[in-house]
């Protein structure tokens, strides 16, 4: 399988790069690899890069998105963070991917049993950490399901706080990117919520956190 190249880009749709992702889900679940001479896609993309998807995860070293959606070289830009939480370099970031290099679609990929997320819910404060959580909190206020142990030891507590989590933080790149927000009501690129199972490994997309038009 080949890099994509300026044209292949120019021709990907919202809707075909999510399948694309799907696809290679797909295979990562059935460990059916495609086969890419990695050295090939090395030469055809040191002259430039033409990513079709823009994926926003976690920093957890089981989350990779290259590997989980079987990608290459020049597939995606890959944005990670602790608890895949958006800040003001990040939506630079996005707004550099799909604006300047060509991205059609956005990916808010949050993962089950997230640490992140786990010391959110028993508000840990540690260093420059405090901040970071903090802005998961939200997401922890705004899950009402959850009355007693509201903490990292209550499992289904932690994966409901992580959902609300990428959610609000598919809203949060609509309500403060008015150049990604433009972009999705031209239908130039989509913006999508999942999650990924570290179990199964299979990624879940939200449909109710979905806005690709088309």
């Known amino acids: ?8 880009q120019a021709n990907m749709t919202p809707k075909k790069a999510l399948e694309f992702l799907k696809e290679g889900n797909t295979r990562f ?11 090939e896609q090395v030469n055809d993309t040191r002259d430039g890069q033409w990513p079709f998807a823009t994926i926003l995860s976690c ?9 989980i959606f079987d990608q290459g070289l020049g597939d995606v830009f890959s944005v ?13 970031s996005m707004e550099f991917a799909c604006k300047v290099a060509g991205s059609k679609l956005i990916v808010v990929l949050g993962h089950s049993k997230c640490g992140a997320v786990k010391g959110a819910c028993d508000h840990v404060e540690m260093g420059n950490l405090t901040e970071l959580l903090s802005k998961i909190q939200p997401a922890i206020y705004q899950e009402k399901t959850t009355t007693t142990d509201r903490s990292s030891k209550n499992s289904e507590f932690v994966e409901n706080v992580a959902e609300i989590n990428v959610k609000r933080n598919v809203k949060s790149i609509l309500d403060r990117s008015d150049i990604l927000k433009q972009m999705v009501e031209n239908g130039e690129i989509g913006i999508v919520g ?3 199972n570290l179990e199964t490994g299979e ?5 109710d956190a979905s806005f690709i038009k088309g």
């Open 29 to 39: 679940m059935s460990n059916l690899k495609a086969h890419r001479d990695l050295l």
């Open 59 to 67: 920093i957890d070293s089981r989350t990779s998105a290259e590997l």
């Open 194 to 196: 999942a999650m990924h």
């Open 203 to 207: 990624v879940a997309f939200y449909e």
């Open 1 to 8: 399988m080949k890099a994509h190249n300026k044209e292949t």
């Open 80 to 92: 990670r963070i602790a608890g895949n939480i958006v800040n003001t370099d990040i939506l630079g």
